[in-house]
C-alpha cells in the first residue's frame, strides 16, 4: 500500500474520531446532568435536584419536574462565567477543525497541491487540540469543584455528585485529544517545511549554473612548442610559448 493512501486513511480515521468526540461535546451543554443529588424523605416519595451551568432542576417519583434558570447572570460566580465560556470555546473551535480537515483532507479534493492540503488539515488538527483541551479544563474544574464540596466536612449546603454528562464530556475531550493530536502529527510530517542541515550553507550568490556562458574548460597543463627564432647571426633559440591556460581565481569574479 503507497505511503499516500496509509495517510489518506489515517485522516479518515481522525476525522471521525475528532468529530464523535465533538459531538459527545456538544450533548453535553443542553443536559442538566452535570451534577445529581437524591434526597429521600420519611414517606415514599424522592427528590432528584441535578443542574448543569444553565440552570437548576428538580424531579420527584411521581414524574413531576421543574427547572429553573439561574436568575442573574451577574450575580453568578466568577467560575460559572469561565466554564460557560471555555464549554462555547470548545463547540466552536471544534466546528472549525471539522470544516479545516474537512476542506484538507487527501480524499475530499478540494483544496490546491498537497502541500497546501497538508498545511490545512494540520491547522484542523491545530485546532481539535483546542477544542479539547477546552472540553477538558470545563470538565475537570466543574468536577473538582463537585468533590471538594463533597468531602469537605466544613460545607453545610446541599452536597452534589459528579452526573453523567461529565463522564460523557471526558471521553468526548478524549477522543478530540487523540484525533487532533495524530492528525497534527502526520499533517505536520508533510506540510511543515523541514528542518535545515546541520551543515554550513554555501551563501546562494556563490550558487552558479553551468550554461554556455559560465562554462570553462579546466586548465591544462600541457606546455606548448613554439618554432624556433632565428638570429641574423644564425643563432636560434627555442622558445616556449605561453599555451598555460591561467584559471580562473575567482568563480564570483568572472560571473
Known amino acids: 500500500m ?3 493512501m496509509v495517510i489518506m486513511y489515517v485522516e479518515i480515521g481522525c476525522f471521525v474520531t475528532s468529530l464523535c468526540g465533538w459531538i459527545l461535546v456538544c450533548s453535553t451543554l443542553p443536559t442538566e446532568y452535570w451534577t445529581f443529588s437524591e434526597v429521600s424523605s420519611l414517606v415514599l416519595t424522592t427528590a432528584n435536584y441535578y443542574s448543569n451551568l444553565w440552570r437548576d432542576c ?15 447572570m451577574l450575580a453568578l460566580p466568577v467560575h460559572m ?24 483532507m487527501k480524499c475530499t479534493k478540494i483544496g490546491g497541491t498537497e502541500i497546501t492540503n497538508a498545511r490545512v488539515t494540520f491547522s484542523g488538527g491545530i485546532t481539535y487540540l483546542v477544542s479539547g483541551f477546552c472540553g477538558m479544563i470545563t470538565y475537570s474544574w466543574w468536577a473538582n469543584r463537585v468533590i471538594t ?7 453545610k449546603s446541599h452536597k452534589f455528585e459528579l452526573g453523567a454528562a461529565v ?5 468526548g475531550s478524549i477522543l478530540l485529544l ?34 554556455r556562458q559560465t562554462y570553462m574548460r579546466p586548465p591544462s597543463s600541457r606546455v606548448t612548442l613554439v ?6 647571426d644564425g643563432r636560434s633559440q627555442t622558445t616556449r610559448g605561453a599555451g598555460r591556460t591561467t584559471p580562473i581565481e575567482n568563480r564570483d569574479t568572472f560571473v
Not at 428538580?58 to 442573574?72: A, E, L, M
Not at 462565567?81 to 484538507?104: D, K, N, P, Y
Not at 463522564?167 to 471521553?171: A, E, L, M, N
Not at 618554432?227 to 641574423?232: A, F, T, V
Request: aromatic share 14%; net charge positive; hydrophobic share 35%.
Open 227 to 232: 618554432p624556433p627564432l632565428y638570429y641574423s
Open 2 to 4: 503507497e505511503y499516500r
Open 149 to 155: 464540596q463533597f468531602v469537605d466536612p466544613n460545607f
Open 178 to 211: 487523540s484525533g487532533g493530536t495524530v492528525l497534527t502529527y502526520f499533517s505536520g510530517k508533510e506540510g511543515l517545511p523541514k528542518s535545515l542541515s546541520k551543515g554550513p550553507r554555501r551563501p546562494a550568490s556563490y550558487a552558479a549554473v553551468r550554461t
Open 167 to 171: 463522564f460523557i464530556g471526558w471521553g
Open 81 to 104: 462565567h469561565a466554564l460557560r465560556a471555555l464549554a462555547v470555546s470548545a463547540v466552536i473551535t471544534g466546528f472549525f477543525g471539522s470544516v479545516l480537515t474537512l476542506v484538507g
Open 58 to 72: 428538580i424531579s420527584d417519583t411521581t414524574g413531576v419536574s421543574d427547572c429553573k434558570d439561574y436568575p442573574s
